[in-house]
């Protein structure tokens, strides 16, 4: 398995099994959460130029918020890119009319599975199961609550945390305690960090907004964008 890293966010490419997937690609400037006054955030860094990457074979977009399903972003593929995705995510992209094929995580070309505590409110820490045919790896982007886990090779998960008041949807990125316990409950070799770029916010969400970066992540793994690892 090879995984790139795209942006400093949680944008990816991972290859396996001979085929390429892109996770959660946004590259625009910004990304609004319903109206700039509420949340907007913005890239420091320059971002990948869709038409420059190189082409996927599928799009896997694994929460419905627009820093995982940018609307802006996905309409700059060619619409005969599978997108896969759970079926709440397919239905919002399906209203844009752009993609030809819409694939629900179980007819999806390879083993991906959905981890949830199934909680209704709490749609943000869910993670994937995604099984090639020599490595498995989780992916948790905002971490998780889940305390029973799969062995796996691999957790890509963030070590930020990023905390709102709890009727903004409280903690949001659970940070590193939580990754490195992800990564020990799965009996992960390799711990990846992901969503953990240090954008700039403005609006409501900006200014309640408490977060953490982590200075010292030992046993943490933080690609360079545009860096790839092979395992």
Same mark, same amino acid.
Request: charged share 25%.
């Given at each position: ?6 942006? %400093? ?30 949340? %907007? ?30 609307? %802006? ?40 599975? &959905? ?13 994937? &199961? ?22 796996? !090779? ?14 903004? #949807?409280?903690?949001?990125? &659970?940070?590193?305690?939580?990754? &490195? ?21 403005? #609006? ?10 982590? %200075? !010292?992540?030992? #046993? ?12």
């Amino acid at each position: 398995m090879k995984i790139q890293k795209l942006n %400093e966010d949680s944008s990816w490419m991972w290859e396996f099994d001979g085929l390429k997937i892109m996770v959660d690609p946004w590259f625009t400037p910004s990304q609004i959460d319903l109206h700039p006054l509420f949340s %907007e955030q913005f890239h420091l860094q320059k971002q990948p130029d869709p038409a420059l990457l190189d082409r996927p074979d599928f799009i896997f977009i694994s929460h419905p918020f627009s820093d995982h399903c940018n609307k %802006e972003t996905l309409l700059q593929f060619d619409p005969k890119i599978p997108i896969i995705a759970k079926k709440s995510i397919l239905n919002k992209i399906r209203k844009w009319q752009h993609f030809k094929e819409l694939i629900a995580l179980h007819h999806a070309p390879f083993k991906i599975s &959905l981890i949830s505590n199934r909680s209704i409110f709490d749609p943000v820490h869910e993670a994937y &199961l995604i099984e090639s045919n020599n490595v498995k790896l989780l992916y948790a982007p905002h971490g998780s609550k889940v305390r029973v886990f799969p062995k796996v !090779d691999i957790v890509i998960t963030t070590t930020t945390t990023y905390r709102l008041p709890f009727w903004l #949807g409280g903690t949001i990125n &659970l940070g590193l305690q939580n990754a &490195l316990s992800l990564k020990e409950c799965c009996g992960a070799r390799h711990l990846i960090g992901s969503h953990d770029e240090q954008k700039r916010g403005t #609006g409501l969400v900006e200014r309640l907004a408490k977060k953490n970066y982590p %200075e !010292d992540s030992e #046993g943490c793994i933080h690609l360079e964008v545009g860096k790839m690892i092979s395992f």
